[in-house]
């Protein structure tokens, strides 16, 4: 069993940057993949990057390619998403999730989800 706690969401301006954080307990994080996710007001959740257990595999959406990171420190058993260049559309509640098996952009393959924390960018 994990339990995911997100933290770093704020409101930032338009072009600023941010870092999400993930931290989870459980002995067993280093054997999940662990991806963000986001939802917009009004839209559904939606795949924004994911890091395979043991950080050489990463992918992300096209939106955000280029502008975010995603890494995963397992000796603190935390994830993170670094954003960069951030824009309004950017703005949504990012939730923190993992997985063993499956597809890494697909929701319905993850496990376990986290309470989410709230990123607003303004123009």
């Known amino acids: 069993q994990v339990q995911l706690v997100e933290s770093g969401g704020r409101l930032v301006q338009a072009g600023g940057s941010l870092r999400l954080s993930c931290a989870a307990s459980?002995?067993?994080?280093?054997?999940?993949?662990m991806g963000w996710f986001r939802r917009a007001p009004g839209k559904e959740r939606e795949f924004v990057a994911a890091?395979?257990?043991?950080?050489?595999?990463?992918y992300y959406a096209d939106s955000v390619k280029g502008r975010f990171t995603i890494s995963r420190d397992n000796a603190k058993n935390t994830v993170y998403l670094q954003m960069n260049s951030l824009k309004p559309d950017d703005t949504a509640v990012y939730y923190c999730?993992?997985?063993?098996?499956?597809?890494?952009?697909?929701?319905?393959?993850?496990?376990?989800w986290g309470q989410g924390t709230q990123v607003t960018v303004s123009s």
């Open positions: 459980g002995r067993t994080f280093s054997s999940y993949t």
């Open positions: 999730a993992a997985k063993y098996t499956g597809d890494a952009y697909y929701p319905a393959n993850y496990n376990h």
């Open positions: 890091i395979s257990w043991s950080g050489g595999s990463t």
